[in-house]
């Protein structure tokens, strides 16, 4: 099997492995937001249910005091009738009537405003960090370790560097053991096809070729 035939079947499995795991993260992702979105929902509904019960029992403490007030009113002014005649012997003219207490008044709760524009989709990095916090939580979201990738091709020679600095002078060597005995010529003559043989010191023989003529002048 080739290395480009190896390589492409490697990288076929890994994109098997890969993707099963990409449709996991993306499920979990869709799963967070929509959990989060229903969060979300849920705190908005709870949130619209304090502040009703808040306008309520503000328009309550309204109304009381609109009543207690009334009830002052009322009184001061059976109290101005009653002694608006002053040679009039009238129980109770002489003790001044107390004011009213302070009352704060708060309108009723305004309808509700109209909805908001759309919230900003999550970016990259927010569903990383939300993923990388369902999974620190939750071992099964963790995938399994992958195969060791193939060895990459070899690249291309650098270019040929500077010359570096003159290196110091080394060490004389030893001396070498004797070399075998080289092979010498031992004859040479001229056959009866004038052709020169030369014969070797290891008892060959070499034919260099004719060097005469053998028909005459």
Do not use: E, W
Request: overall charge positive; some cysteine.
């Amino acid at each position: 099997m080739s290395m480009l035939t190896r390589a492409g079947t490697i990288r076929k499995h890994k994109i098997r492995m890969i993707l099963p795991i990409i449709f996991v993260v993306a499920f979990l992702a869709l799963s967070v937001l929509s959990l989060l979105q229903a969060r979300a929902f849920n705190d908005l509904q709870a949130d619209r249910a304090k502040r009703i019960s808040a306008a309520t029992i503000a328009n309550q403490k309204r109304d009381a005091a609109i009543a207690g007030l009334s009830t002052s009113v009322n009184a001061l002014r059976g109290q101005v009738d009653r002694c608006k005649d002053k040679r009039a012997n009238t129980p109770g003219c002489q003790v001044p009537v107390a004011p009213p207490p302070a009352v704060t008044v708060q309108g009723a709760v305004g309808a509700t405003g109209p909805a908001g524009p759309p919230g900003a989709s999550p970016t990259d990095s927010q569903l990383a960090s939300l993923i990388a916090l369902y999974c620190s939580a939750h071992d099964d979201c963790r995938g399994i370790p992958g195969i060791n990738g193939s060895n990459g091709a070899n690249g291309a020679d650098g270019g040929t560097g500077p010359p570096g600095p003159a290196g110091q002078d080394g060490k004389d060597g030893t001396n070498g053991t004797n070399g075998t005995d080289g092979i010498s010529v031992t004859n040479v003559q001229v056959n009866d096809q004038c052709h020169l043989i030369v014969t070797l010191s290891n008892d060959s023989t070499i034919d260099a070729g004719q060097v005469c003529s053998l028909i005459g002048p």
